[in-house]
């Protein structure tokens, strides 16, 4: 009998395979796309001609999970920059807690994306606001973060420090691109449900302003492996019971895309400088 590999030897093994289905051997900036933000992707290369896709399916440790649903891309895409080009890790979507595969499935490319290189990772959603002024398609910056899974996504004994895991660093980089950026503390439930009414008056209570059901294990897990963390929210709608206005699901759609698309542009040019 073989013993498996632990995950972060499972990380080791994908980002080797990675780098020799994209002939790059390092990357430096890993990104991962929450719901509605393929468009960033996107924008980031328009052509497509500095971009090499793959399936995380061919990659070790993917299979199983990431792929029931959703499309299961991985880019690599290249981005030139004035000190030189820099390869941006693009994940065109992730696994979430609430499929029930565990912790470590769920942050298993954040791993991946460490073990191939990179020093920074940049972590999107889209959620719920609390705040009645955040219309549809308004893009947050993550401050801060409450995890309500009761889980950690770290093995063993290690006593990871939390206290910039949004580094304020990145946020500072974010807001001299887009000055009018606000910010807030996301909420992860556990999902798949969205919350009661009553449930997004306490995450208020707590200090939350974003509710969402992803993002925060992959934070812890990418300050454990010592990236330094970006996360931004896309608020696609208010939280449940903020507003008593129907929303209308075009609408929501269409500020979602044009959100998104100006969020790529800001990457594009964000990531250059990280
Ligand atoms: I999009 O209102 C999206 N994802 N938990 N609550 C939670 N997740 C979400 C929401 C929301 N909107």
Not at 153 to 164: E, R, Y
Not at 180 to 196: A, R
């Amino acid at each position: 009998m073989t013993d498996s590999p632990t995950p972060y030897a499972l990380a080791d093994e994908a980002a080797a395979r990675l780098a020799e289905l994209t002939g790059v051997a390092r990357h430096d900036v890993a990104l991962v796309l929450g719901s509605g933000w393929l468009p960033a992707a996107e924008a980031l290369d328009p052509t497509g001609e500095n971009t090499t896709e793959i399936d995380v399916t061919d990659l070790p440790g993917f299979a199983a999970s990431a792929v029931v649903g959703h499309s299961g891309k991985v880019r690599s895409i290249r981005l030139p920059g004035e000190d030189g080009d820099r390869h941006l890790l693009a994940f065109l979507s992730r696994t979430h807690y609430y499929e029930g595969h565990g912790v470590a499935a769920v942050v298993h490319g954040v791993r991946t994306a460490a073990a191939a290189g990179c020093r920074a990772i940049v972590l999107t959603n889209g959620c719920g606001g609390l705040k009645e002024t955040w219309t549809p398609g308004t893009p947050v910056l993550i401050s801060d973060h409450i995890n309500l899974t009761g889980r950690s996504p770290i093995v063993g004994a290690k006593f990871v420090d939390l206290t910039d895991l949004y580094s304020s660093r990145l946020r500072e980089l974010c807001r001299e691109v887009e000055p009018g950026l606000d910010e807030g503390v996301y909420v992860q439930f556990p999902g798949p449900h969205y919350e009661t009414p009553a449930e997004v008056r306490m995450a208020g209570i707590l200090g939350g302003h974003l509710v969402g059901m992803s993002t925060t294990l992959e934070a812890i897990a990418a300050r454990e492996a010592g990236m330094e963390v970006l996360g931004i929210s896309l608020v696609t709608n208010l939280a449940a019971g903020i507003s008593d206005a129907p929303l209308d699901h075009a609408e929501v759609l269409e500020a979602g895309r044009a959100a998104a698309t100006r969020m790529g542009d800001l990457l594009g040019r964000v990531v250059p400088r990280i």
